[in-house]
């Protein structure tokens, strides 16, 4: 069983690849499914709704970052 701290870091790992799936395979649902908060963020979503190969590139980052998060978290 994981401990506290790493199952946080773990679902977070999860999150950012699912979320960076979902990014690239529907950029502008993604978009809009974050658009909520501040004034300045629902700016920010609007133009990577209008942007979806931006959106896709940051889905792949959120992957990779993930991913990479995920096996650092082996080591430990």
């Known amino acids: 069983m994981l401990i506290p701290s790493k199952r946080w870091k773990h679902f977070a790992a999860m999150a950012l ?7 690239v395979v529907r950029p502008q649902r993604d978009a809009d499914a974050w658009e909520a908060g501040p ?3 629902k ?3 609007r133009e990577l709704r209008e942007r979806p190969t931006l959106t896709r590139a940051i889905g792949a980052a959120q992957i ?3 991913v990479w ?6 080591k430990d």
Request: charged residues 25%; without cysteine.
């Open 39 to 41: 004034d300045a963020w």
């Open 43 to 45: 700016r920010f979503m």
């Open 69 to 74: 998060w995920a096996l650092r978290q082996e």
């Open 64 to 66: 990779v970052g993930g």
């Open 17 to 23: 690849i699912g979320d960076g799936v979902m990014a």
